[in-house]
């Protein structure tokens, strides 16, 4: 079957730096996303990788391996916004999204 | 307006009641979709439309009825739902270019679902 993990909860400080992890088993790939989704909001496009790879976007960075099958979501200079879900997908051979969980940001002062 | 608005953004219903949510999309896409999202777990596709027809249904029980009637409005018909139906409900909508792009869904906040 086709399976994304990612960790349900993680905790960092204002200032710090945090990666957030996703590995993927799925027939297929063609491409990785991810979103960020406050508490009672819509989920909004972070970012999209399909070769591997770093991609910076200002303090946010999304690497790719997909011999791995892993990702990250690198999040610097955090701040007290940036408390939300950050959920993880991957399109398959028939570019069908598979979603993840997602995984709870707490974000401390 | 702007982006895809979902209404109502809270329901309440008996098991018994008929109710319907509402989705717009200002954007222009050419394809809309509901989701499930349960607390912890992945987002559940349940329908997609592209070009206002139906492609795909993902064995979603037959109590929950969508209705696409053009490019910008899709609507979630509910009847007889059970508790275990109690989630939020997402549209999202993209535009689909036939190629291998990356196809970047833009949601609205959903409609928080409680089947009482």
């Known amino acids: 079957g086709q399976n994304i993990d990612q960790p349900t909860e993680m905790t960092a400080t204002e200032g710090a730096i945090v990666q957030i992890n996703c590995t993927y088993q799925?027939?297929?790939?063609?491409?990785l996303f991810w979103y960020q989704q406050h508490a009672g909001e819509a989920p909004t496009f972070l970012s999209y990788n399909v070769l591997d790879g770093l991609e910076e976007k200002g303090r946010f960075s999304s690497f790719l391996s997909r011999s791995k099958g892993y990702s990250y979501l690198l999040l610097k200079e955090l701040q007290m916004k940036d408390s939300a879900s950050y959920l993880c997908a991957v399109m398959d051979s028939n570019y069908q999204l598979i979603w993840g969980a997602g995984t709870k940001l707490i974000i401390k002062p | 307006e702007t982006g895809v608005t979902q209404t109502p953004r809270h329901l309440v219903m008996g098991m018994t009641n008929k109710k319907s949510l509402k989705c717009e999309q200002h954007l222009g896409h050419n394809a809309m979709y509901w989701y499930k999202q349960s607390a912890k777990k992945p987002l559940e596709l349940m329908f997609v439309y592209s070009l206002e027809e139906r492609v795909e249904n993902n064995s979603v029980p037959s109590r929950f009825s969508p209705e696409c009637p053009n490019s910008s409005h899709l609507f979630l018909h509910l009847h007889t739902l059970q508790p275990e139906d109690s989630a939020l409900y997402l549209c999202?909508?993209?535009?689909?270019?036939?190629?291998?792009?990356?196809?970047?869904?833009?949601f609205g906040a959903g409609s928080r679902l409680t089947v009482l």
């Open positions: 799925t027939s297929g790939f063609n491409g």
């Open positions: 999202a909508s993209s535009q689909l270019s036939g190629g291998d792009g990356a196809n970047v869904l833009t």
